[in-house]
């Protein structure tokens, strides 16, 4: 059996190193024209749009791994199947599950090393990018309206800003907290603000105390506050970090901090939960491309990745939909993030013990 299992992965590696390959530069096609426009039209030199690049690469492969991992299982498996060569593993007394067991394993490993580089290298490295890129578009007069974002202020305070617009420089549901040597954070949390040159004046708000245990003894609230923050528009906008820049774990904390002090977190739960969800899909979906790539259709060497595309589209319409709703409260974050994997799981399973059965 490990000679099949040896053979099998051959036959997928060579495809899913090819996959990652074409749908990273198809991915990247957005971001190129954004380099290009940033070289010519912002004079942002060469070198820093090659960096940029760089940097964006890691983000790009967490996506580009799971369409790959289903792009190699069709494609190796359906050539397989076209030359008769399932058929003879079956006759030979090997059954289904069995053939598809190292195809599985092979989406899962995919899956984990598709989790060590989004938690472990695409934060950091996407971050440096988009910072480069926000450094370029501020020299504009008016950059785009931000939306959940984070950002580091002088003297261990962290701010988190549900909606920011830096045209007229105010924003919504601020969140600030202050890292002060002790062991909870003092919190400080308003419904409005807004910028004037380093100073930030809070609306509608309460500042939150905790105990050493971290549970709140005393909330005072205030309808105007000015806070000296040391930070202007410029180094807000340059230092912001998004959740697509922060480690799961990072958000994790983000989240139990918010959550303290009354704060809705049902999008940055969404956000959570996304990283998981992507992060697996490859296993979910080398698991559903198994069974789908000996179906009796035709199709030949393009069979693949034209199957691949139909149902990459599918997976991300109802991962869309999912999430939606999630944000809405229809669906818990959770399970609405996790929904195409929960389908395409059950539709997976079906189809393999289908094919099983009836040969």
Do not use: C
Request: avoid cysteine.
């Amino acid at each position: 059996m490990k000679i099949l299992d040896i053979y099998l992965l051959r036959e997928v590696s060579s495809p899913f190193l090819f996959g990652v390959l074409g749908f990273s530069l198809i991915l990247s096609a957005s971001l190129l024209f954004n380099l290009v426009d940033l070289f010519i039209n912002r004079g942002v030199s060469l070198l820093n749009v090659i960096k940029i690049l760089f940097y964006e690469l890691p983000g790009v492969l967490t996506i580009s791994f799971p369409i790959s991992a289903l792009f190699a299982t069709l494609l190796g498996l359906n050539r397989l199947a076209r030359e008769g060569e399932i058929t003879a593993l079956r006759i030979g007394g090997i059954r289904l599950t069995r053939i598809f067991l190292p195809i599985v394993i092979f989406g899962i490993i995919v899956s984990i090393g598709n989790f060590g580089i989004s938690e472990f290298i695409a934060p950091w490295s996407v971050h440096q990018g988009e910072s480069l890129i926000r450094e370029a578009i501020f020299k504009d007069p008016l950059p785009l309206i931000q939306s959940n974002v984070f950002f580091k202020a002088p003297d261990n305070k962290y701010v988190y800003l549900s909606r920011y617009d830096p045209s007229t420089r105010m924003g919504n549901d601020i969140l600030l907290y202050s890292l002060t040597g002790s062991s909870s954070p003092q919190v400080i949390s308003a419904k409005r603000v807004k910028v004037e040159d380093k100073v930030w004046i809070l609306e509608d708000g309460a500042i939150h105390y905790y105990d050493n245990e971290g549970i709140i003894s005393l909330q005072s609230r205030f309808k105007k506050l000015s806070l000296n923050l040391n930070v202007d528009v410029g180094s807000f906008y340059k230092g912001q970090k998004t959740t697509e820049e922060m480690s799961a774990r990072e958000l994790k904390e983000r989240i139990n901090t918010f959550k303290k002090s009354g704060i809705d977190t049902r999008n940055l739960e969404v956000d959570y939960h996304l990283k998981f969800s992507m992060v697996f899909a490859a296993a979910i979906l080398s698991l559903l491309g198994a069974p789908i790539s000996i179906l009796p259709v035709r199709g030949g060497k393009y069979y693949g990745l034209s199957t691949s595309l139909i149902i990459v589209f599918i997976y991300y319409i109802i991962l869309a939909l999912g999430r939606a709703l999630a944000r809405n409260g229809i669906f818990s974050p959770i399970f609405g993030v996790w929904l195409p994997n929960i389908i395409g799981f059950t539709v997976g399973v079906f189809l393999m013990f289908y094919k099983e059965k009836r040969g």
